[in-house]
């Protein structure tokens, strides 16, 4: 069975950096489309970037474009989040997810019903 670890969370200051990490055991990353999802309190979960993890294809949303970038280490089989210039309102419960990368279409990308795995999600607390 699948396993997805969030680490890296915490409480930061509005402008500072964090790096959050997703971490897969019982299986690599390989053929699959990893990620990352937001949920903030009284709001839907949104997409927030992913990562093909064969072509390195990634995808964001346009509220983090320019600010957030998606990796991978293939050796740590590792999905990496960097957060730069974070704000208030980048508060949020942060979750990894994993899918079949063959079955993910472009438009498919944002949409959670294109991953199988999820992991418990890490705290992001920006304060103003």
């Known amino acids: 069975q699948v396993q997805l670890v969030e680490s890296g969370g915490g409480l930061v200051q509005a402008g500072d950096s964090l790096r959050l990490s997703c971490a897969a055991s019982?299986?690599?990353?390989?053929?699959?489309?990893v990620g990352w999802f937001r949920q903030a309190p009284g709001k839907e979960r949104e997409f927030i970037a992913a990562i093909r993890w064969g072509a390195r294809s990634t995808y964001y949303a346009d509220s983090v474009k320019g600010r957030f970038t998606i990796s991978r280490d293939i050796v740590k089989n590792t999905v990496y989040l960097q957060m730069n210039s974070l704000k208030p309102e980048d508060t949020a419960v942060y979750s990894c997810?994993?899918?079949?990368?063959?079955?993910?279409?472009?438009?498919?990308?944002?949409?959670?019903?294109?991953?199988?795995?999820w992991g418990q999600g890490t705290q992001v607390t920006v304060t103003s």
């Open positions: 019982g299986r690599t990353f390989s053929s699959s489309v």
């Open positions: 997810a994993a899918g079949q990368d063959w079955m993910a279409t472009a438009q498919g990308i944002p949409n959670m019903r294109t991953y199988t795995y």
